[in-house]
């Protein structure tokens, strides 16, 4: 399913979403690109709506800019079971996480056997069945300021909400301690390890789940082949400096930054 120029309700620009519907901004089917299960043929249910703004965010439609349609449940389970191959769906945004009818959703698929991921930036706790939630915590490298913001926007309304809001250590304990997770930092250089490894040790202070150098993982910031020939290197010796996981983005290897992949 293409992206939708369809905006026809505003709740979705990064406050919760409630009703019998979501906003969604892409439906397809794809290879996972990132984390541990990167090569795994999944349906990936791109909602719109994102309560934080990074200002590398490479789903710009989903949150600067958040354009959709308006789907039911039953609708959007009926495009899901017509990629009859694929068992793993993948719920992403924007931030899914906000609209309660995700919820639903995530009942509804592992009711069916589905196996479920969600990524999410940590902030929001559901009471969900997911199988993987993949949490990328948003580092002081992601706020949005005059400096760096998408071209055309105006960062002054996010740059402290976002930074405000960005990380919240009792949602990110209450995360990895409920469900089966991964840790996936998005690294724009060096100067992130310093705040990574910190938020750890927080992290790990707080939970009573063990948190394994294995389900930390580092992804290079970029959205294209450019971007990415120019901090995967880089990225990739982090992660074996600091006994880390490296996570390709292989959806950006392989198509670049075409949508539905």
């Known amino acids: 399913m293409p992206v939708s120029d369809s905006v026809d309700r505003d709740d979705s620009a990064g406050e919760v979403g409630s009703g019998d519907g ?23 249910v791109r909602t719109s709506g994102c309560n934080l703004r990074c200002w590398f965010c490479d789903s710009y439609h989903t949150s600067w800019e958040p354009t959709h349609a308006w789907m039911d449940l039953e609708t959007i389970l009926a495009e899901i079971e017509s990629y009859e191959n694929a068992e793993h769906v993948v719920l992403t945004g924007g931030e899914p996480l906000i609209h309660e009818t995700a919820v639903d959703l995530l ?23 997911i199988d993987l939630a993949s949490i990328s915590p948003k580092l002081e490298s992601s706020t949005p300021t005059p400096e760096r913001a998408p071209a055309g926007v ?7 909400r976002h930074e ?11 995360l990895v301690e409920t469900f089966d997770f991964q840790l996936k930092f998005v690294v724009t250089d060096d100067g992130d ?7 750890l040790a927080e992290l790990r202070e707080a939970s009573d789940e063990p948190i394994r150098d294995d389900d930390v993982l580092l992804m290079p910031e970029g959205a294209t082949r450019e971007q990415l020939a120019a901090t995967r ?14 996570t390709p983005r292989l959806h950006v290897d392989l198509w670049n930054d075409a949508p539905e992949t």
């Open 164 to 174: 405000a809001d960005r990380i919240d250590l009792e949602a990110l304990t209450s």
């Open 107 to 129: 009942e509804e698929l592992s009711a069916r056997g589905y196996h479920t991921t969600v990524e999410t930036n940590g902030t929001v706790v559901p009471d969900a069945p």
């Open 154 to 160: 105006d960062a002054g309304q996010w740059e402290q």
């Open 193 to 199: 390890m310093p705040e990574i490894l910190d938020l």
């Open 22 to 44: 979501l906003p969604i901004n892409e439906l397809f089917c794809s290879l996972q690109g990132e984390g541990r299960l990167a090569g795994v043929p999944s349906v990936f």
């Open 233 to 246: 290197t880089r990225v990739a010796q982090l992660a074996i400096d600091h006994g880390f996981r490296y």
